[in-house]
């Protein structure tokens, strides 16, 4: 079978990393194509090297750009790509622009499509990657589901017959990465700086946080007024927005770094005392890291990381401080994102349903 993966930024290069292995595993034709959506090396180029995923079969090289110019480039180059490789199956992930543009140009030329990371809601349409997932589920032939939550809600949405739960790949390929971090084969990013519990591990750059200059603002006094040093991991869109709103990144308690490659990445979470993040698989990995989180938005699509305590949401400068500072949740055996084996499931449900399309 021919299974087409269309990926573009740095979570989707994690998940894609246990779906390259399961799929030559299960001895399919794997085509990877990159949108460019993500084309800093230290968003791209070190996933595909660090994660062992095979070098993409074609590039589109969009780059950065509004939603709407970023998504019509890369509509107007998949068309020639989907007909140059004839895909089975376009897979596509989570809730980028490439994931909306891969799902719609296949639609439109018949091809089949599987959307990994489905049924995730955060029910605030001011995002664009609420609109991105819904639009996309409700393209697809095959929803696949992270969760019993997610489950639920495409069940509400009249999506039941095309949704099936397959865990999520993320916690794959995250306990494979803990798994060789632990047992010592990767160093720690910040060894000589900052001791293991003592600082936190932040990452901002979603629009919401960083286009409005006075939350951006306050976002950056909160991480500077900590109790312990923040390394913040700055994305190149949060350095240019805060040069724009002439705000001042470094200073205090705050410190910032270029983004770590992956296993770093796992690393400098273990060692740390929280993570503070607007992301979304950052909330996710921190919870099974067993990592206490504070993440800066009013709403999350990983709900069960606040049922369990060990995510909080705070927005004001007050909310975000008195979240850093909070005692350690509960130790928790829960595993509402699945076994490490859901790579395994989605590549077995996608040539079921797909193999006789």
Known sequence: MKIMSVVGARPQFVKLAPIAHAAAAAGHEHIIVHTGQHYDPLLSDVFFRDLGIPTPDAHLDVGSGSHGAQTGAMLSKMDDILHQFKPDCVLVYGDTNSTLAAAVSAVKLHYPVAHLEAGLR??????????????????????????????????????????????????????????????????????????????????????????DPARLAEIAVALRNADKPVVLLAHPRLRVKAEEHGIKLDGGSLTTRDPLAYPELVKAVLASAGVVTDSGGLQKEAFLLRVPCTTIRTETEWVETIELEWNVLANTSDEISAALTRARPADTNAAPYGDGHAAERAVAVIARTFSDA
């Open 122 to 211: 955060s029910f605030n349409r001011a995002m664009p990657e609420e609109h991105n997932r819904v639009l996309t589920d409700h393209a697809a032939d095959l929803c696949l589901a992270p969760t019993e939550t997610a489950m639920r809600h495409l069940d509400a949405e009249g999506l039941a017959a095309s949704s099936v739960l397959v865990g999520d790949v993320m916690t794959d390929v995250l306990f494979q990465t803990r798994d060789s971090v632990l047992a010592g084969s990767t160093p720690h990013p910040f060894a000589g700086e900052f001791e293991a519990g003592a600082y936190y591990l932040a990452t901002i750059h979603r629009a919401e946080s960083t286009n």
